[in-house]
């Protein structure tokens, strides 16, 4: 099992910046990616960005806004989000993608947190 607890979220103005942060505990040693997605109001839940090995993917709605990093020694990643706008409010949700036995991978999600960007 792996538990995932987000932080950072809050209430910010457009073309501000956020940190969300993702703490992962648990078997965290089996976790192979770690990465975000968020769900607006009304919305299905959007894929944003996720690392894996030191490697970083982005969806093109926020390349050369957010960036993705990682501290293995405390199991955290975080989502660096600048240039923010109205359209990216929505809650933020953390996931990893961990081994749980020989070919077998399960996704589990954090609880989320929520990020509102006012005009």
């Known amino acids: 099992q792996v538990q995932l607890v987000e932080s950072g979220g809050g209430l910010v103005q457009a073309g501000g910046s956020l940190r969300l942060s993702c703490a992962a505990s648990g078997s965290a040693r089996s976790i192979n990616a770690m990465g975000w997605s968020r769900q607006a109001p009304g919305k299905e839940r959007e894929w944003l960005i996720a690392t894996r090995g030191g490697s970083t993917v982005y969806a093109d709605s926020v390349k050369g806004r957010f960036t993705i990093s990682s501290d293995d020694a405390q199991n955290t990643v975080y989502l660096q989000m600048n240039s923010l706008k109205p359209e990216d409010t929505a809650v933020y949700y953390c996931?990893?993608?961990?081994?749980?036995?020989?070919?077998?991978?399960?996704?589990?999600w954090g609880q989320g947190t929520q990020v509102t960007v006012s005009s």
């Open positions: 996931y990893a993608d961990s081994t749980i036995r020989a070919g077998a991978m399960r996704r589990y």
